[in-house]
């Protein structure tokens, strides 16, 4: 039986022992802004304690962006659940956009974004080699044996 619900403080040392899992890491980098578990808000799917399906995202200056997301039983689901579940968060919030990078590298998360309403607003050639600097476990070679140099901003339009 799976339940979605929101992160809590108490959920800290989980999500940055998740994050070393999944992102090589405790701490995200996009465009040069670090982001860490504390500064974030989030929703996780479990299924009893286990969890199988997290997004984080941070809202600033009326917009939303989502700093991770990952499901950990694919097509079942669980990244358009947590994908709702923050386009209804954003909304409450008045956001006029969300938004999130994703790299060169990864053809799947393109493709589930924009079947899933977002559009691809700008390609920021070389940002991937330039977090690599600040966190050093970014790898070289992502999906597919493509080269990770760039990242591509995607957003979504919220209307009022
Ligand atoms: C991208 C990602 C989050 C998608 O998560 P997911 O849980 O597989 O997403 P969903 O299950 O909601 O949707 C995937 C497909 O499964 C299908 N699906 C959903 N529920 C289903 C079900 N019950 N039975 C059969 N298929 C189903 C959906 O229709 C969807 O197909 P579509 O995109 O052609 O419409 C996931 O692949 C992931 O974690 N990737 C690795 C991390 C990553 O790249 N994150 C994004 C970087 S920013």
Redesign the pocket.
């Known amino acids: 039986m799976t339940s979605i619900r929101r992160l809590t403080s108490d959920d800290l040392p989980r999500l940055r022992q998740f994050w070393v899992e999944h992102w090589g890491g405790e701490e995200m980098v996009t465009r040069g802004n670090v982001y860490r578990p504390e500064q974030l808000d989030g929703f996780v799917i479990e299924d009893g304690g286990e969890w199988i399906?997290l997004l984080t995202f941070f809202v600033k200056d009326g917009e939303c962006e989502?700093t991770?997301?990952?499901?950990l039983?694919?097509?079942?689901?669980?990244?358009?659940?947590l994908l709702n579940a923050v386009k209804e968060d954003a909304r409450k919030r008045n956001c006029e956009r969300i938004f999130?990078?994703?790299t060169n590298d990864?053809m799947?998360?393109l493709?589930?974004y924009q079947?899933r309403g977002f559009e691809m607003v700008a390609v920021h050639r070389g940002a991937v080699n330039e977090s690599r600097k600040i966190k050093p476990t970014i790898p070289l070679i992502g999906f597919d044996g493509i080269p990770l140099r760039d990242e591509i901003e995607l957003e979504m339009i919220l209307n009022p």
């Open positions: 399906g989502v991770s997301l990952d499901s039983r694919e097509g079942q689901g669980i990244g358009t659940e999130l990078i994703t990864n799947h998360a493709r589930f079947k």
